[in-house]
């Protein structure tokens, strides 16, 4: 029993959007993707940290969602970017429920509890400055804020889509609250490609960061605990 964590699956089986085109890194991504998430068991917990499926709305993300199903582990997602298929809990929830989907669900305005640890995530935001990127990302400091206080006195795991920091780049809003909340480690994806050159990873106050984009973990989830 352990709980893993990886982002930026990008499954395409409906959408006809492989990654592939991006070069070696992404070969025979999907088949890679099945051959570690095979070696994780029912005991085990995943973590799915955004852009999961290039699915446009949730009956063209279902192949997606069932190919992940097929791995016994459970799932939990969280929204990235690109997951244009992601609606509101309740109509997520519901259509797992109506297609047979058991092993997946969401990490949103929540959190869950594996051990000793609470499991914490949102979508998190790179900020721009316009006023609708300012109304976004204070939502996503609420989200993360309200997960992180349904973790109670348990300590916390984060679990982001976009980086709250890497070279040249920090948001002070989303890395106050996890110093807040003293959140020992916080996992991140959407880095590929160059752009993994600047991550930053490591201790930083009390929290340790680590990215686990896909193609930056070899398709591999990152044990985290356990």
């Known amino acids: 029993m352990a709980l893993y964590a990886i982002g930026d699956l990008h499954l395409s089986l409906t959408a006809n959007k492989s990654m592939e085109v991006f070069g070696p890194a992404w070969e025979n991504y999907t088949d890679r993707i099945a051959?570690?998430?095979?070696?994780?068991?029912?005991?085990?917990?995943?973590?799915?940290?955004?852009?999961?499926?290039?699915?446009?709305?949730?009956?063209?993300a279902e192949a997606d969602f069932r190919f992940l199903d097929r791995f016994p582990c459970k799932k939990y997602l969280v929204k990235g970017n690109h997951d244009y298929w992601w609606t509101t809990a309740a109509k997520l929830?519901?259509?797992?429920?109506?297609?047979?989907?058991?092993?997946l669900d969401i990490l949103h305005n929540s959190c869950v509890f594996y051990g000793d640890y609470a499991v914490c995530g949102t979508?998190?935001?790179?900020?721009?400055?316009?006023?609708?990127?300012?109304?976004?990302?204070?939502?996503e400091v609420g989200r993360l804020e309200a997960s992180l206080k349904a973790a109670g006195e348990r300590p916390a795991l984060c679990f982001l889509h976009y980086p709250p920091l890497y070279q040249g780049y920090e948001c002070p809003e989303i890395l106050k609250t996890?110093?807040?909340?003293?959140?020992?480690?916080?996992?991140?994806?959407h880095l590929h490609g160059h752009a993994i050159r600047r991550r930053l990873e490591g201790k930083r106050g009390e929290?340790?960061?680590?990215?686990?984009?896909?193609?930056?973990?070899?398709?591999?989830?990152?044990?985290?605990c356990d």
């Open 35 to 60: 051959g570690s998430l095979g070696a994780l068991t029912a005991e085990d917990v995943l973590v799915l940290a955004g852009d999961t499926s290039w699915g446009m709305s949730l009956a063209e």
């Open 93 to 103: 929830r519901r259509f797992f429920d109506e297609k047979g989907i058991r092993t």
């Open 123 to 139: 979508r998190g935001w790179f900020l721009e400055e316009d006023a609708h990127n300012v109304k976004v990302l204070n939502r």
């Open 178 to 189: 996890l110093e807040k909340y003293h959140v020992s480690l916080c996992c991140y994806g």
């Open 207 to 224: 929290t340790e960061y680590s990215l686990i984009s896909a193609d930056h973990l070899g398709f591999v989830p990152k044990k985290i």
